[in-house]
């Protein structure tokens, strides 16, 4: 498998590369994909760039019935000398193959695929958009293709990935979201996908993520599924907060996604010598702090919007204002550096940008 030459079929019809200031999340693609295969006995084998296009499957295939599928979503920055930067691109690996060992799908080879990945942005690099905050989001994923009504590990698999240029998720600058803290649905319980990127795990998110939208909150706040009582993460982001001078997040316990921002904040923090401290919180000890006056600065960190300040939490009808609904000086910081490291405007100090030559 190391050794298998990726073998690359150009598209014939080459799509119309849109406006980069009229771009959306998600819903446009390049003109090319990456496929590779995985059949038992004979191991993840045929990696291919192809025209993107369609794929035709067996109704009957494993990944409609009983969803085992694994998916990852990271960026390419186009700096202003050319250069194509990757953040972190191994942290996504690594966590592909966690998300792959728990829902008992075959490992890849973390350092063949990301080869293929830096390949297929090469081939479609004209595809990311430069003006500031767009970048080109990746999408590698494995769907599991045995045509069998069982419920059981599929015997064959295929990882795709695909591109999609992006726009800057603050159109008119970062700003503050309103969160709320959901009592009745929960996302994921510690022993079961929580800490893998699984489709079930969104699918499962939906109901209360359109509930909180309809109550004019943007994401939702997500307990520990036993008790309801302890903080876990946001819809598609980690959280964490600045109560008197210390910054915490919740520790991971199974039931969370390691964000790879989490991990970057975390860093930088300790480079800061800010205290940052991963443990166990509950939302009674964030709106008691609250009360005191004592809680800063809440902030969402994730590949999307990388720091997402928190402006507002409504935990059962009781709304808290968090520093006057402003972006705190922390967040900014925060989200002003990650960026800049993202962009190849600021020096790396921990060498998380890796280039595509
Ligand atoms: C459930 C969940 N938590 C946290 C995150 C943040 O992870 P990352 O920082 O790797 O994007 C994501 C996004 O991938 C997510 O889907």
Known sequence: MKDELIKTTLTHSKKEIPNSSQLE????????????????????????????QPISLDPAAMIFHYGQTVF??????????EKVLLFRPNKNMERLNLSNERLCIPKIDEEFVLDALKQLIRLDQEWIPTIEGTS????????STEPYLGVAASKSYR???????????????????KIFVEREFVRAVAGGTGKAKT?????????????????????????DGVEKKYIEEVGSMNIFFKINGKVITPALNGSILEGVTRNSVIQLLKHW???????????DEIYESHRNGLVEEIFGTGTAAVISPVGELNWEGEKMVINNGQTGLLSKKLY???TNIQNGEEPDPFDWTVEVK
């Open 136 to 143: 080109l989001y990746i999408r590698p994923f494995i769907i």
């Open 336 to 338: 002003n550096t990650i």
């Open 159 to 177: 990882l795709m990935i695909i591109l999609s240029p992006v726009g800057s998720y603050y159109k008119e600058g970062i700003h503050p979201v």
């Open 25 to 52: 999340f998600g819903r446009c693609f390049t003109d090319h994909m990456f496929i590779m295969d995985y059949i038992d006995g004979k191991g993840w084998h045929d990696p291919r760039i192809v025209p993107y």
């Open 273 to 283: 010598g800010i205290p940052v401290s991963e443990r166990k919180i509950s939302i």
């Open 72 to 81: 990852e979503g990271l960026k390419a920055y186009k700096t202003k000398d």
């Open 199 to 223: 489709a079930g795990n969104y699918a499962a998110s939906l109901k209360a993520q359109e509930l909180s939208e309809k109550l004019g909150y943007s994401q939702v706040l997500w307990l």
